[in-house]
């Protein structure tokens, strides 16, 4: 009989070490790095990594090149405006530095991060494990579809008095609502994904006997995951949302509360700073999120790119 | 046990083989009493004896899928009984491995190779320490112990479905199953399958009953071979293979295989 290993060659690229490896599979997978070596291959030819290389270096020229060039026009248009509702953009930097970097404003970030924190982490793992539940109870799902839609369409800031009258002013109010955002998206999408799972992944799970817990954990959520993130991706924009309109009402503090504050008392430039603070957060943590969601989705993005070749 | 008329079981000996597997009209209906019944197995009896290959053969759209599923527990017979072992079937049981088709469906391509091939032990309750040295054991006899840490959607197709040939038998079954396995690569890569495959066989003592709609590919690797007749299926003739050793080039040329190969191209081919 012939050596089979080596009658076949195997694909090249692609080049998924050991290391993201041990990221994958959440149920267990660290456990495995490093057990054996890792069969690592060739990254391609060196002519299409360096095509690759420049690919990457153009991405992030205009990723970056556009920001720039909109701040320098910023900076010209605005340096000699005398409008109180405009101010140059030097004057807005300045101010910025003394009170978010030096000054008292940062201070207001503690309470908007640590509400944004646990309302979004929260409502985000209430949405996928009410997805796994309604995804197990068929009959729950369909009695419970109106009235998730019903919630989702709901804008969610029209809450706000309700939860006041629920909560009080304090700081629950104010994760209730962000969690309260946080949800919908989450559910809907982990109920979609893990509907889009494959029969066939569902057989070869009975085929090996995996128990219906380790199904979910090993075969469901795996397989759903691309679109719950997706749906997390979602939550976070909404959970930003939710936070600066949960502090310009009935509050004391948050990047909201001195936004507001700043305009009620005339002081334009620092709420400019504001409004900036909260632009820097956005974009810092939606790179975050997908920083995050490309290494632990790497087994989906390298299987699609491969897709495509 | 119910006994199989169309079938006598008895080795050379003359003692009587207990069969690993005892299908008994059974019958498949789809969709009963509504406006789209289908009747996919009309009745089908045959029993697959310990350490046997038996190959199960059709023509297209015979319902070869839906009697696999059937017989490995995935789904229900409609009438009649699967007996694995000595006990009927209500899913699938400790001791089968299946094999599927699409490897790229079955397989799951967030786990590399090697958390593939060892999910089965884990839901067995496996020691880690043995899970690992068992599942490079079998990594290794189906020639992968190269790409254990890689992902399958890294691999070739013919290397994927050795991934999902390993993830069946890492739990030592009595018994695989395997639907179309080598249905989706190259000609090239079959021929090495096909060997792969009887060589694990031997190295594992398993029991090996694999559907296949191409009859070269079933006289090549079957003791014995079901023909189906075409849909709704019943079984048309039951075929014993005996051609010894195989080799691809002078077993696919001997004399023996040519007349097997007609044969059964009479029965399977619609007149």
Known sequence: ?309 | MTSTPTISVSNTQGKPITPILDVDSLRKVYNQGAANENLAIDSVTFSVNKGEFLCIVGPSGCGKTTLLRTISGLAKPTVGTVQFEGTTLTRVPDGLGVVFQDYARSLYPWMTNLQNVSLPLKARGMKKAERLRRTHEVLDSVGLSKVANQYPWQLSGGMQQRVAIARALSYKPDLLLMDEPFASVDAQTRFDLEDLILKVRAEYGVTVVLVTHDIDEAVYLSDRIVVLSKGPSHVREVVPVELGEREQLATRSSDGFLTLRNHLLELVMPR
């Open chain 1, 1 to 309: 009989m012939r050596d089979l290993a080596s009658v076949e060659t195997q694909r090249t690229g692609a080049p998924l070490s050991g290391v993201i490896a041990s990221e994958i599979d959440i149920a267990e997978g660290a456990e495995y790095a490093g057990a054996t070596s890792t069969g690592s291959q060739p990254g391609g030819s060196p002519k299409r990594r360096k095509r690759t290389a420049r690919k990457a270096l153009m991405t992030v020229v205009l990723a970056i090149g556009l920001p720039i060039i909109l701040l320098v026009v910023w900076w010209i248009l605005s340096a000699n405006s005398h409008s109180p509702y405009f101010p140059p953009l030097s004057k807005i930097l300045d101010q910025f530095w003394k009170l978010w970097i030096i000054g008292p404003a940062k201070a207001q970030l503690v309470p908007s991060l640590s509400h944004l924190a646990i309302g979004y982490v929260g409502g985000s793992l209430i949405g996928i494990i009410s997805g796994v539940l309604l995804w197990r109870l068929p009959a729950v799902r369909r009695a419970t579809s109106p009235v998730v839609y019903f919630l989702y369409v709901l804008p969610a800031p029209a809450l706000l008095p309700a939860l006041i009258a629920i909560f009080g002013i304090g700081e629950m109010r104010q994760i209730a609502l962000i969690a309260f955002g946080a949800i919908w998206p989450t559910l809907l999408n982990t109920l979609d994904g893990m509907r889009g799972v494959d029969q066939v992944k569902f057989d070869s799970a009975k085929a090996m006997r995996l128990s219906p817990v380790r199904t979910v954990w090993s075969v469901v959520l795996p397989g759903a995951s691309p679109q719950i993130a997706a749906g997390l991706r979602a939550g976070l924009q909404v959970s930003i949302i939710l936070m600066v309109i949960s502090e310009m009402v009935a509050s004391t503090g948050g990047i909201g509360y001195f936004i507001l504050q700043s305009q009620a008392n005339l002081a334009l430039v620092a709420m400019w700073t504001g409004i900036l603070m909260l632009a820097i957060i956005g974009t810092v943590l939606n790179y975050l999120f997908v920083g995050v969601e490309h290494r632990v989705l790497a087994w989906f993005y390298g299987s699609r790119a491969l897709e495509g070749r």
